[in-house]
């Protein structure tokens, strides 16, 4: 992970310098450190599942596999910043969102008209460049022609895949109340399967140049269950995670009402006063620790935690099971064992 996050990390560095140089003008800079700082930190596990699917089917170190891959990461900051646009999230990993900090830049420039209003589109500006550039980045990886267009069915599946996401999360919360499947079909389509799946079969694809049964096998066998405990882990984070490693308020899905499993669970389990209460302050934007420690409170003690963590082990322990079967590398084998267990019990 070390050698591949370094590899990573250099062709982001090489792309966006060349794209948006660091010396260019004054006017683009507060774009390029918004999308320096975004792409600074994350875990690189969608690189990771890509480049290990590239490795289980074949493929060599090569540094085209290392620039594809990493174009993943530029999707995926694509979709935190539009994610905390529409969440009205303040932090991303401990800093402001980029639509809070290009407000902070409009209110100290004395500039006219809304702050909020100029962070905000400033940026989905940025999360749209971002988008270009990981399609960009993508075909231009230095991998050979035809591997691409083998695989790229699968990249536009998934872009799609995300952005319906999206909009199911946004009808999820529109409509109120919700049920553990409907949570499950949001996070399988916002982030399970382009986190987990579909950068893995990206990679198994792109080394193989075709799709093979086993493939599909694999990436709904490993990939989805991978995937479906990943956002589980997220959901639960959300509500119980330590600020210090999450980089985000305690609680913060709370606030903003975010309908997960986890959620879902809860209100099926709880007794009608609890689960009143539930909805009353769940989606409050001002919910204090008070409140948070209510909806805690409640969320443990209806089981809902104990079970989700449960799902977790029950996903990881089927995903694992499935990985065995498939005709991967042994080296492919191990490190995606490995990439499984550190997806669904990280802690940021």
């Not at 620039?67 to 991303?92: I, N, P, W, Y």
């Not at 694999?218 to 210090?244: M, N």
């Not at 769940?282 to 963590?309: K, S, Y």
Request: proline share 4%.
């Amino acid at each position: 992970m070390d050698t591949l996050r370094t590899q990573v990390e250099r062709a982001l560095g090489e792309f966006v310098e060349r794209r948006l140089p660091a010396s260019g003008e004054s006017e683009f800079a507060p774009l390029r450190t918004a999308a320096d700082e975004l792409l600074s930190g994350g875990k690189r596990l969608r690189p990771a599942f890509c480049y290990w699917g590239w490795r289980g089917a074949g493929g060599t170190d090569v540094p085209g596999i290392f620039t594809a891959a990493a174009s993943l990461e530029l999707l995926q900051a694509s979709a935190l910043v539009h994610d905390d646009v529409m969440d009205k999230s303040d932090l991303r990993r401990g800093m402001p969102s980029a639509h809070r900090r290009f407000q902070a830049l409009h209110e100290k420039s004395g500039w006219h008209g809304s702050g909020e209003q100029f962070g905000e589109g400033a940026a989905i500006l940025l999360g749209n460049l971002l988008l270009i550039w990981s399609g960009e980045m993508w075909r231009n990886s230095g991998l050979p022609p035809e591997s691409l267009a083998a695989a790229q069915p699968v990249h536009d599946h998934m872009r799609s895949e995300l952005m319906c996401g999206q909009y199911l999360d946004l009808l999820e919360q529109a409509h109120g109340e919700n049920t553990f499947e409907s949570a499950l079909r949001v996070a399988l389509f916002k982030s399970g399967k382009y986190s987990v799946e579909q950068p893995l079969r990206l990679g198994l694809v792109l080394a193989a140049g075709e799709v093979a049964p086993w493939m599909d096998e694999l990436c709904t066998g490993y990939g989805t269950r991978v995937g479906i405990a990943f956002q589980l882990r997220d959901d639960i984070l959300g509500v119980f995670g330590d600020p210090a490693q999450t980089g985000k308020p305690a609680g913060d899905d709370l606030r903003e009402g975010k309908r997960t499993m986890l959620v879902a669970r809860t209100l099926a389990a709880a007794s009608p006063g609890d689960a009143a209460t539930v909805r009353h302050l769940l989606g409050d934007p001002d919910l204090d620790g008070r409140g948070v420690d209510t909806l805690r409170q409640i969320i443990d003690d209806t089981g809902a935690l104990q079970e989700c963590e449960n799902l977790i082990g029950d996903y990881l322990g089927e995903a694992l099971a499935a990985l065995d079967q498939a005709p991967v590398t042994a080296e492919a084998r191990s490190a995606l064992t490995d990439l499984a267990i550190a997806a669904t019990s990280r802690k940021t």
